[in-house]
């Protein structure tokens, strides 16, 4: 840690609320690691939905009530870095992690096991419940900065994390397998494009649903098949129905999708963007046999199952634009718009 600098550049979250809430600093510490942590120079990091969420306090059941605006449901640690998503180089080790890892180029596996040289009791969010990315440098516990050995760029990796790891885990918890029809909602949005390429890659038939400008998109991206978002999904599904439903967008048209299902069919979701209280008739839960699945803590061979289908080539990176991450308040703006496909990434 003596080469490396006392202080480092980054955002801070100070409270909840607008884009006042996140402050640039030249003067955070660095982090300092436990035994079984590596110190990471953050070269990359992606902006996710779940940035927007804690800062506005979405989280909250209780009107954006502080006490429990976070994934965990417990108090945040205010100030805090977040950013899920990092591509970068370890630069440091703790007592306990060879020497041999300096200089590593490392993706971090978002969802934590382990932080602070501790086996955590229940799983945390990197950039949550802890320090994140949006800094020159942070720190994860080694089992988490899973090395990448590939030519992509580092904007393109920082593109995976967080996005392309909840895609996997929906799939890998519907047991989504070659020749199922699955159903993607918010498919134009980082989760949902990722979820597309996965389910291709594993065999299915996919149907993106999206707007009318970004279908051919999504077809190009692998999609057989895409639904605008005010047509007659019903009507669709009525002679073949799906075997799965991928859904990052709950709201209004929530009830659809389960009607849009087989008999045994499996529903996951991650995201509420169209808004999180829906109206469920539960006589169509239990006469279809349906499976309804909350997918947030990911599966423990998801993420290096991730690493292997990159370094495959297996997915493509869908990095829609770049930013300096002294323009991170453009980039929660630009991505609240909705207008891009794929990922907006913030560069050190």
């Known amino acids: 840690?003596?080469?490396?600098?006392?202080?480092?550049?980054?955002?801070?979250?100070?409270?909840?609320?607008?884009?006042?809430?996140?402050?640039?600093?030249?003067?955070?510490?660095?982090?300092?690691?436990?035994?079984?942590?590596?110190?990471?120079?953050?070269?990359?990091?992606?902006?996710?939905?779940?940035?927007?969420?804690?800062?506005?306090?979405?989280?909250?059941?209780?009107?954006?009530?502080?006490?429990?605006?976070?994934?965990?449901?417990?108090?945040?640690?205010?100030?805090l870095i977040q950013g899920a998503d990092v591509c970068g180089y370890i630069v440091a080790v703790g007592s306990e992690v060879s020497t041999s890892r300096i200089g590593e180029r490392v993706i971090i596996e978002p969802c934590l096991t382990e932080a602070n040289g501790t086996k955590l009791p229940a799983p945390w969010y990197f950039g949550s419940e802890c320090d994140g990315g949006f800094?020159?440098?942070?720190?994860?516990?080694?089992?988490?900065?899973?090395?990448?050995?590939?030519?992509?760029?580092?904007?393109?990796?920082?593109?995976?994390?967080?996005?392309?790891?909840?895609?996997e885990n929906m799939l890998h918890r519907a047991n989504v397998v070659a020749g199922d029809r699955v159903l993607v909602t918010g498919a134009s949005g980082g989760v949902g494009s990722a979820a597309v390429q996965l389910a291709k890659a594993r065999g299915a038939f996919v149907v993106a649903i999206t707007s009318e400008s970004k279908q051919e998109e999504l077809k190009a991206l692998g999609a057989d098949d895409t639904l605008t978002r005010d047509c007659n999904w019903v009507a669709y599904a009525k002679d073949k129905p799906f075997d799965v439903v991928i859904d990052l967008v709950a709201g209004p048209r929530w009830p659809e999708l389960l009607d849009m299902m087989r008999p045994f069919g499996r529903y996951a979701v991650s995201g509420a963007?169209?808004?999180?209280?829906?109206?469920?008739?539960?006589?169509?839960?239990?006469?279809?046999?349906?499976?309804?699945?909350?997918?947030?803590?990911?599966?423990?061979?998801?993420?290096?199952?991730?690493?292997?289908?990159?370094?495959a080539g297996d997915i493509a990176p869908?990095?829609?634009?770049?930013?300096?991450?002294?323009?991170?308040?453009?980039?929660?703006?630009?991505?609240?718009?909705?207008?891009?496909?794929?990922?907006?990434?913030?560069?050190?």
Request: proline share 4%; hydrophobic share 40%.
């Open 1 to 79: 840690m003596s080469q490396l600098p006392a202080h480092m550049k980054g955002v801070v979250l100070t409270h909840h609320g607008d884009l006042d809430a996140l402050s640039i600093r030249h003067d955070l510490p660095l982090p300092i690691p436990a035994a079984t942590d590596v110190v990471i120079k953050v070269a990359a990091a992606g902006v996710n939905n779940t940035d927007l969420n804690t800062r506005k306090g979405w989280y909250s059941k209780g009107d954006n009530n502080a006490e429990d605006a976070s994934w965990s449901g417990t108090p945040l640690a205010l100030p």
């Open 135 to 167: 800094a020159q440098y942070t720190k994860v516990a080694a089992k988490h900065a899973y090395t990448i050995n590939t030519t992509m760029t580092d904007a393109e990796l920082a593109s995976f994390p967080c996005s392309y790891s909840t895609a």
């Open 318 to 348: 869908l990095v829609s634009k770049t930013y300096p991450i002294e323009d991170i308040k453009q980039a929660q703006t630009d991505f609240e718009r909705k207008a891009h496909i794929g990922k907006l990434v913030l560069t050190l």
């Open 273 to 311: 963007i169209a808004g999180h209280s829906v109206t469920l008739d539960v006589r169509t839960l239990y006469l279809k046999d349906l499976q309804l699945l909350g997918c947030t803590v990911i599966s423990g061979e998801v993420f290096g199952n991730l690493v292997k289908r990159i370094e």
